[in-house]
């Protein structure tokens, strides 16, 4: 047996994967640094830490947003977006348009014989 050949050719083999720096997910960088910065200024700042607490909490709280957002952050970042609040109101209606000087649009006569134009 023949197998069977894809009518689309693979021209980025990139497309569709996650981006990457190393071993890092990309879009893991930026909150990774910020909570360095909070770690660094809650434990070595504020409690005069040394740098080994102070570097084990930045690991515990990167690997805790790690195992939270994952390669799907949307699943855990969606719960914090407010949904809207809706309410039922009646109000009285109101016209918008004024119909005192309305007329009807005026009737267009059909043509009968159209002939096709054919190619």
Request: proline fraction near 7%; glycine fraction near 6%; hydrophobic fraction near 45%.
């Amino acid at each position: 047996m023949e197998p069977k050949k894809s009518k689309f050719r693979t021209v980025n083999a990139t497309l569709g994967k996650q981006p990457n720096i190393g071993p890092f997910p990309a879009d893991q960088l930026i909150p990774w640094a910020v909570i360095c910065g909070i770690s660094y200024y809650l434990c070595h700042g504020l409690l005069k830490l040394n740098w080994i607490w102070t570097s084990a909490v930045a690991a515990w709280g990167i690997s805790t947003w790690w195992v939270l957002t994952g390669s799907r952050a949307w699943r855990f970042l969606a719960k914090f977006v407010l949904t809207p609040n809706w309410t039922r109101v009646r109000v009285p209606y109101q016209r918008m348009l004024q119909l005192n000087n309305y007329s009807a649009p005026k009737k267009v006569k059909k043509i009968k014989n159209i002939k096709a134009i054919s190619d």
